[in-house]
């Protein structure tokens, strides 16, 4: 098993860069499937989540290349409607497939995506709007299979009881070559929703999109086109959380400032000097941080649930007390019981967590629990006093590409082990 070992105190001073963001690049790559000919996507990250989604196209029967960030797709001789049981279980939110799927084939056929390391995760929304659009799905023995009787998807008002990212993205994908115009309302917000319109716009998809109401007007058939992926907000939190940590002075290049602009005042609200460009912005923190004294998680516009880790983890280091509401996910503190092991002072209930900051922590052996538990283990070894090992990497390169090589260009002692 491979871990990280991070000898941690040092200033991260610098720059670092982020990648495309993997959660716009993994709907990008489903929509491919919708339009003929050759779609290029560039900016594309490489982690093991996009490698899972290039497989599934693959199995679908499309021509699949990368070379280097670039990734090129070919549906036109797809025929297999199928989404293994195995790469379902490796990827969640493989489930953004099935829209398209649909679209594409008229039928899709692939496992339910079971409960994760967040809690359930159910996908009733996505079920009921693509039913609403037509679609007549079987729930048998944990599998799903999907068919439109008519061959196409039929334009409908659908409203979203909840402004769930991936149902919006699925609702998109379903809707855009339906026959006749849907009206989704209450739809996802995030950045990542905006990239995969932009993309179906440029394949001949006609979006109008309103606040959080979206209508598509159906089209028979799209045209492949070539995107680059914006850039990866959650990363970018995520490293100008480590520069404020280790107490650095460090510049985040390649990001979209103004996506995470809910997440920088938090950073000025803990006394770091913040400098914002058009695509960096750097972060100067003092010698000890201030506390973050309430945040809660939110849908687009508000704070990212995906960024809270990493700031908790920067917040134990501070001076004084936070409390850190969760409102997208259940159960989405495993990975203070490995903060804790490293001397941080945090107590949790329900979705509720309150974080006592601490004047140093300590390196230990921990492990990730999820994705941005383990990027939160990262932020804390590289403030803690002494050497930390984080196993459990497999979930940790699911989201953050090469981590150790950006780090250590500003500063970090950081190496990967290979057992
Ligand atoms: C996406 C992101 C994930 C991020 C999350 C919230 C990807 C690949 N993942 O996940 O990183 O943390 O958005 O910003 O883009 N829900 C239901 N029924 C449904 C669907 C969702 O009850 O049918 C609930 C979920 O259990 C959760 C909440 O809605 O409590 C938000 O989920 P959703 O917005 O759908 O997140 P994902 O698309 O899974």
Redesign the pocket.
């Known amino acids: 098993m491979s871990r990280l070992l991070i000898d941690g105190g040092y200033p991260l001073r610098g720059e670092i860069a982020v990648h495309g963001a993997?959660?716009a690049v993994?709907?990008l790559l489903a929509a491919t499937l919708l339009a003929d000919g050759e779609s290029v996507l560039h900016n594309v990250p490489p982690l093991s989540?996009v490698g899972g989604c290039l497989e599934i196209l693959t199995d679908f029967g499309c021509r699949v290349r990368q070379e280097g960030r670039t990734v090129t797709v070919c549906p036109d001789q797809a025929d297999k409607p199928v989404i293994s049981d195995r790469l379902m279980r490796r990827m969640?939110?493989s489930i953004?497939f099935l829209g398209a799927m649909m679209a594409r084939f008229g039928e899709a056929h692939l496992s339910y995506p079971g409960g994760c390391e967040?809690?359930?995760?159910?996908?009733?929304?996505?079920?009921s709007a693509l039913r609403q659009l037509g679609a007549v799905i079987t729930e048998e023995r944990g599998q799903l299979h999907a068919c439109l009787p008519d061959g196409r998807f039929h334009g409908e008002t659908v409203s979203l009881a909840?402004?769930?990212?991936?149902?919006t993205?699925n609702i998109l994908l379903a809707a855009v070559t339906a026959d006749g115009v849907t009206t989704l309302l209450n739809a996802?917000r995030?950045p990542?929703i905006s990239d995969l319109a932009a993309y179906l716009t440029a394949c001949g998809a006609h979006i109008h999109t309103d606040g959080g109401t979206i209508r598509i007007e159906g089209v028979p058939r799209l045209a492949a086109a070539e995107h680059t992926v914006i850039p990866d907000r959650?990363e970018a939190a995520t490293y100008l959380a480590a520069i404020a940590a280790t107490g650095g002075d460090g510049t985040v290049t390649a990001c979209c400032p103004q996506h995470i602009d809910t997440v920088l005042p938090l950073f000025s609200e803990m006394g770091c000097q913040l400098s914002v460009y058009a695509d960096r912005v750097r972060l100067k923190a003092p010698r000890r941080l201030k506390r973050i004294p309430y945040l809660r998680t939110m849908?687009?516009p508000g704070f990212?649930?995906?960024a809270a880790a990493p700031l908790l983890a920067a917040a134990t280091v501070a001076d004084g007390t936070g409390v850190f509401v969760e409102n997208?996910?259940?159960c989405r503190y495993k990975y203070v019981g490995e903060l804790l092991r490293m001397g941080a002072r945090i107590k949790t209930e329900g979705r509720v967590a309150v974080v006592e900051g601490v004047k140093s922590l300590s390196g230990a052996a921990v492990d990730c629990t999820d994705?941005?538990g383990g990027a939160a283990l990262v932020v804390a070894a590289l403030a803690a006093e002494g050497r930390s090992a984080i196993g459990e990497l497999q979930h940790l390169d699911r989201g953050y590409a090469d981590p150790e090589s950006g780090l250590s260009a500003i500063g970090a002692r950081i190496r990967r082990v290979d057992p």
Not at 118 to 127: E, F, Q, S, T
Not at 162 to 167: E, N, Y
């Open positions: 993997k959660n993994l709907p989540d969640r939110s953004v967040l809690g359930p995760r159910p996908i009733d929304l996505h079920l909840f402004p769930s990212v991936g149902a993205e996802a995030e990542e959650i849908p687009y990212p649930t995906d997208i996910f259940e994705l941005r």
